[in-house]
C-alpha cells in the first residue's frame, strides 16, 4: 500500500524559504492516477489546502499562497517537494503532504504523519 | 477563497446518531459530488472516511454515511462509539477560481 513521508527542517526563520520533501513508497508517483498534494494546519485550527502537482509538473496554487509556493516533482526519486518563500510566524503548521486529488475526482488518502515546521528566529 | 462552514462541535452519546453539517456554496459543495470527510485524532494525520459526498473507502464502517442536499453536505455516524471521538473536517473542490480545493473548518464530536 502507498504510503507518505514528509522530511525537512522543524525550524526555519522569519523571511527565509520554508523547503520540504515527500517520498512516495509503496507506488509510484508517475503513475498518472493521481496528484500529490501539500496540506497544512496550524496547531490548534484547522486544514488549508497548498497546492498539488502532476507527475508532468502541472501544479495547482492556493490563491493566498500562490505566490509564495513552488511544488516540484523527481519522478526518479518518487518524491514531490514545497517550497514556501518568505515565511512568518503564521506559517507555523503541521505540514502534510498526501496522494490526491484524483484525475476524476477529489479526495486525499493517505497522507502523511505530518512535520511540524516552526516559524522562529 | 472561504472555507466551508462547520459546526465547531457536536456531541453525542454511545450508541446515538450525530450529523455534521458542512455549508458551501453552488461553486463548491453544491456544484459538484466532490465532497469528502475526514477524521482527526488528537495528534494524528487526517484519515478519509467518505468520498463523492456518499462512498465509503474500504475498511471504513458503514456506521459513517454520508449525503448532500443543496449547498450542504452532512456527515452522520450512527451508533456512536467512543473511538469516534474526534474532530471531522469536510472538503469540496471549488471552481471559484482555478481549479482547487476548499476544507470546512472543522467539527469537534464528542462522545458523552
Known amino acids: 500500500q502507498v504510503q507518505l513521508q514528509e522530511s525537512g527542517p522543524g525550524l526555519v526563520k522569519p523571511s527565509q524559504t520554508l523547503s520540504l520533501t515527500c517520498t512516495v513508497s509503496g507506488g509510484s508517483i508517475s503513475s498518472g492516477d493521481y496528484y500529490w498534494s501539500w496540506i497544512r494546519q496550524p496547531p490548534g485550527k484547522g486544514l488549508e489546502w497548498i497546492g498539488y502537482?502532476?507527475?508532468?509538473?502541472?501544479?495547482y496554487y492556493n490563491p493566498s499562497l500562490k505566490s509564495r509556493v513552488t511544488i516540484s516533482v523527481d519522478t526518479s526519486k518518487n518524491q514531490f517537494s514545497l517550497k514556501l518563500s518568505s515565511v512568518t510566524a503564521a506559517d507555523t503548521a503541521v505540514y502534510y503532504c498526501a496522494r490526491g486529488p484524483t484525475v476524476t475526482s477529489n479526495w486525499f488518502d493517505p497522507w502523511g504523519q505530518g512535520t511540524l515546521v516552526t516559524v522562529s528566529s | 477563497q472561504s472555507a466551508l462552514t462547520q459546526p465547531a462541535s457536536v456531541s453525542g452519546s454511545p450508541g446515538q446518531s450525530i450529523t455534521i453539517s458542512c455549508t458551501g456554496t453552488?461553486?463548491?459543495?453544491?456544484?459538484?459530488?466532490?465532497v469528502s470527510w475526514y477524521q482527526q485524532h488528537p495528534g494524528k494525520a487526517p484519515k478519509l472516511m467518505i468520498y463523492?459526498?456518499?462512498n465509503r473507502p474500504s475498511g471504513v464502517p458503514d456506521r459513517f454515511s454520508g449525503s448532500k442536499s443543496g449547498n450542504t453536505a452532512s456527515l452522520t455516524i450512527s451508533g456512536l462509539q467512543a473511538e469516534d471521538e474526534a474532530d471531522y473536517y469536510c472538503s469540496s473542490y471549488t471552481s471559484s477560481s482555478t481549479p482547487q480545493v476548499v476544507f470546512g473548518g472543522g467539527t469537534k464530536l464528542t462522545v458523552l
Open positions: 502537482i502532476y507527475y508532468s509538473g502541472s501544479t
Open positions: 463523492e459526498v456518499s
Open positions: 453552488s461553486s463548491d459543495v453544491g456544484g459538484y459530488n466532490y
